[in-house]
């Protein structure tokens, strides 16, 4: 049955910027390809909110704060695993920026994530060390919204997270598969359309918006 986005419906954004798409330092394959179809998803909703990776310069997350290791690498941190990365999304650099091509004037909310130079932060709702919260989720309660649909980049860490969060804080949750691209390192995209399932989040496609 198609669903009709309500007043109670929010469409959560994750992190089009342009580290993450072609020609970035943590390119996702085919990320410039849902910006489009975010873009007329967007319409549909009255409600719009938008996730921004926001790093400060030597994050913790990064393969160059850790002599001797690769992007990609896991190393323990005193919050748990931490996949290392490519130095990406350093505020006010460009590769932060949200991309040009997003049409979404309507978005009432950017949450930062990341900020916190010991702690690396996927989900919008709450960084790795599972205790520091972004406020998202006072927000989504103080405006009444029920329902969240979540699209963008990528599906297997940081939209992940934040699904998982969205549900564990009590929210209806969808993500849109089409609507999101994926890094898939290691079979992560596999495990985390198993934790999602196991967590209750709905995988619809943009077609099955009304």
């Not at 007329?40 to 990064?62: A, C, E, K, Y």
């Not at 130079?117 to 060390?129: L, R």
């Not at 804080?169 to 898939?184: K, L, N, P, Q, S």
């Not at 399932?197 to 496609?205: H, K, Q, S």
Request: glycine share 10%; aromatic share 10%; hydrophobic share 40%.
């Amino acid at each position: 049955m198609p669903i009709t986005p309500r007043p109670d419906d929010l469409l959560l954004v994750v992190d089009l910027q342009y580290d993450f798409l072609p020609g970035g330092s943590l390119a996702v394959t085919g990320g410039d390809e849902i910006i489009i179809p975010i873009n007329r998803l967007g319409r549909r909703f009255d409600n719009v909110v938008m996730t921004q990776d926001w790093h400060p310069p030597g994050h913790i997350s990064f393969a160059s704060s850790h002599p001797g290791t690769q992007p990609f690498d896991v190393i323990g941190l005193p919050y748990g695993p931490q996949v290392l990365w490519p130095d990406h999304c350093v505020w006010d650099t460009h590769g932060a920026q949200f991309s040009k091509d997003i049409e979404l004037p309507h978005s009432q909310l950017t949450i930062r994530k990341g900020y916190h130079e010991v702690i690396d932060s996927y989900s919008g709702f709450e960084e790795a060390d599972r205790k520091t919260k972004t406020g998202l989720e006072g927000y989504l309660r103080e405006r009444g919204i029920r329902r969240l649909f979540v699209v963008g980049l990528a599906t297997d860490f940081c939209v992940a997270w934040t699904a998982l969060d969205a549900r564990a804080a009590g929210f209806e949750t969808y993500v849109i598969e089409d609507a999101c691209r994926a890094i898939d390192n290691g079979g992560s995209l596999a495990q985390a359309w198993a934790d999602m399932n196991a967590a209750g989040v709905n995988r619809i496609v943009a077609g099955d918006i009304a």
